[in-house]
């Protein structure tokens, strides 16, 4: 259970009031005054506590839970045990992370403006913002409403946030636009200089980079991430996509929406990837690529051709993923009659 140290809990909840925002159904709508005061595992949940199961694996836990509440899909309703309420769900995860963003919400602006902030007196800052100490906003930014800058943050000039950003301690921003609702973790830098020089023997010479970094709404970016501007057209990151922790994602890049991209993915310059594409931890993707819609990249899979979309490419260099294991196995195989 969440430590109150570190989170702050709202609630209590009524069971129907959390049917209603988990997109589930009270199997029995009676229990619907019940009042759930937390959320917990299935293991540790006792009185006043809601939890969920989501895969089968855990159906023993589930049938010994002590739970109040417990949101599950309609195929394991039946094995509930007595006396705990059932909410159906067709997602129960889905309905979980709901529920627990209504317990445990995220940390929302309050209005207070840190007097160790150093704010440009060119800098349009929106009603409501909450701005912690050391936080440095440059010349004709642009801070939406309700924007939540938490301390040492340095937003650089000509920056725009749109409304109810989250922007975490220590993070760079500059040379972008944000949309609406985007969360920006600990320590990121978003928009300094892509890596672009002119090779010679006279030395590498740095080609201005001259373009922005162009974020949608919803997007939510893990700490020490690092998103290069773009050399020219700008660095895109489409809406609803998340990205993880140390991914590195290089000039003039697009990414589309609804992407995945988990922990120390690299995508090199003047990639694009098309909507809802995942790459899976420690991935790679060479330059000048196109990956197509609904592509799947494997961890630590290396890409060095287009992708097309739908398919689910493993291993380095990357192919198909029936491909890869047949090389696979025929690799092995011939190495096994060499030992012979």
């Given at each position: 259970?969440?430590?109150?140290?570190?989170?702050?809990?709202?609630?209590?909840?009524?069971?129907?009031?959390?049917?209603?925002?988990?997109?589930?159904?009270?199997?029995?709508?009676?229990?619907?005054?019940?009042?759930?005061?937390?959320?917990?595992?299935?293991?540790?949940a006792g009185e006043?506590?809601?939890?969920?199961l989501d895969n089968p694996k855990y159906k023993d836990a589930f049938r010994a839970t002590k739970a109040m509440a417990c949101i599950v899909s309609a195929e394991m309703a039946g094995e509930a045990p007595k006396g705990v309420a059932v909410l159906v769900s067709k997602n129960p995860y889905r309905s979980y992370a709901l529920a627990a963003a209504l317990f445990y919400p995220w940390p929302a602006a309050d209005g207070v403006v840190s007097g160790g902030a150093h704010i440009d007196v060119t800098a349009d800052v929106g009603a409501g913002c909450s701005i912690g100490a050391g936080v440095v906003i440059g010349p004709k930014a642009q801070i939406g409403k309700g924007c939540r800058i938490e301390p040492?943050?340095?937003?650089?000039?000509?920056?725009?946030?749109?409304?109810?950003?989250?922007?975490?301690?220590?993070?760079?921003?500059?040379?972008?636009?944000?949309?609406?609702?985007?969360?920006?973790?600990?320590g990121a830098r978003i928009g300094q200089d892509g890596?672009?020089?002119?090779?010679?023997?006279?030395?590498?010479l740095p080609v201005p980079q001259l373009g922005r970094v162009m974020i949608g709404d919803f997007v939510n970016i893990g700490a020490n991430t690092t998103i290069d501007r773009g050399a020219g057209p700008?660095?895109?990151i489409g809406m609803g996509t998340v990205i993880d922790n140390l991914v590195q994602i290089a000039h003039n890049v697009k990414v589309g929406k609804g992407c995945v991209i988990a922990a120390q993915t690299g995508i090199s310059g003047s990639t694009e990837l098309g909507d809802f594409v995942i790459c899976g931890g420690q991935s790679g993707v060479a330059g000048h690529?196109?990956?197509?819609t609904g592509a799947r990249i494997a961890a630590q899979s290396g890409v060095t051709k287009d992708v097309p979309a739908g398919e689910e490419w493993v291993g380095f260099p990357a192919a198909p993923r029936r491909e890869y294991w047949k090389q696979l196995a025929a690799l092995k195989k011939l190495l096994s009659k060499g030992k012979s």
């Open positions: 259970m969440a430590d109150l140290r570190f989170h702050h809990r709202a609630g209590p909840y009524s069971l129907a009031r959390i049917a209603e925002a988990s997109e589930c159904v009270l199997a029995d709508s009676a229990q619907g005054g019940y009042e759930a005061t937390d959320v917990a595992a299935l293991q540790d006043g506590h809601l939890s969920f040492n943050t340095v937003i650089g000039e000509g920056v725009v946030l749109g409304d109810g950003c989250w922007i975490g301690a220590n993070v760079t921003l500059t040379h972008c636009v944000l949309g609406a609702r985007v969360r920006i973790h600990n890596f672009g020089f002119a090779l010679g023997p006279k030395g590498h700008d660095t895109v690529l196109s990956i197509g």
